[in-house]
C-alpha cells in the first residue's frame, strides 16, 4: 500500500511563507514524479507544481517564482517551499502519485493566508 502524508500547513500573513513536506511509504519513492495539488474552499481541486524522478519541475503560472518543488529521495521526502504567500493561495494542499495504474493521495494540509 502507498500511504503520502503531508504536515507544514498553518496560518500565516499575506507575504509570508511556508514549507510543505510529504512523506511517502510503500513504493520505491526515488523513481516516481510527484505532485501538489491545492484545493481552495468551493473550487475545483488545481494542480500546483511536479517533480519528476530525475528532478525535472513544473510549477502552476499563477506560483512560478513564488513557489519551488524539491525531493529528498534519502528520506521519501517531496517538498513545496512557498514564499511571498497571497491570500488566494489559501488551499488544502494534497501531495499526489500515480502507482501501479492507481492514484495516491494524502490527506492535505490546510494552509490559510491572511490579508
Known amino acids: 500500500q502507498v500511504y503520502l502524508v503531508e504536515s507544514g500547513g498553518g496560518l500565516v500573513q499575506a507575504g509570508g511563507s511556508l514549507r510543505l513536506s510529504c512523506a511517502a511509504s510503500g513504493i520505491n519513492f526515488k523513481i516516481y514524479t510527484m505532485n501538489w495539488h491545492r484545493q481552495a474552499p468551493g473550487k475545483q481541486r488545481e494542480l500546483v507544481a511536479t517533480?519528476?524522478?530525475?528532478?525535472?519541475?513544473n510549477l502552476a503560472d499563477d506560483v512560478k517564482g513564488r513557489f519551488s518543488v524539491s525531493r529528498d529521495n534519502a528520506r521519501n521526502r517531496v517538498f513545496l517551499q512557498m514564499n511571498s504567500l497571497k491570500p488566494e493561495d489559501t488551499a488544502v494542499y494534497y501531495c499526489q502519485t500515480h502507482h501501479r495504474g492507481s492514484d495516491f493521495w494524502g490527506r492535505g494540509t490546510q494552509v490559510t493566508v491572511s490579508s
Open positions: 517533480i519528476t524522478s530525475s528532478g525535472s519541475t
